[in-house]
Nanobody, 117 residues
Framework: QVQLAESGGGSVQAGESLRLSCVSS????????MGWYRQAPGKERELVAG???????KYSDSVKDRFTISRDTAKNTVFLQMNSLKPEDTGVYYC???????????WGQGTQVTVSS
């Protein structure tokens, strides 16, 4: 199994920035996919950013020019840099890992991000 621990969430005003961190219990060098999802109140969980090993990062259209996903392989950590935050970005952000293309998804406990006007 893979255990994930997210951190970095908080309450900010529109236009400010946050950086989320996700520490994996396993070496992320071997991980097929790592990404970030979010779930807004009353909404379905959606993928906002992700990296498949060997490929460039992908982003949802709503965050394309504002969020950046990156890795620190030595520390088994994936980051989500969130700039120019909007109230629409409010939600619980979850780190997601899949060890293989058709493997099981693993999820962190989530970290709350609240953006006010």
């Amino acid at each position: 199994q893979v255990q994930l621990a997210e951190s970095g969430g908080g309450s900010v005003q529109a236009g400010e920035s946050l950086r989320l961190s996700c520490v994996s219990s396993k070496n992320i060098f071997r991980i097929y996919f790592m990404g970030w999802y979010r779930q807004a109140p009353g909404k379905e969980r959606e993928l906002v950013a992700g990296i498949v090993s060997g490929y460039s990062a992908k982003y949802s259209d709503s965050v394309k020019d504002r969020f950046t996903i990156s890795r620190d392989t030595a520390k088994n950590t994936v980051f989500l840099q969130m700039n120019s935050l909007k109230p629409e970005d409010t939600g619980v952000y979850y780190c997601n890992v899949r060890e293989a293309r058709y493997g099981t998804d693993y999820w962190g406990q989530g970290t709350q991000v609240t953006v006010s006007s």
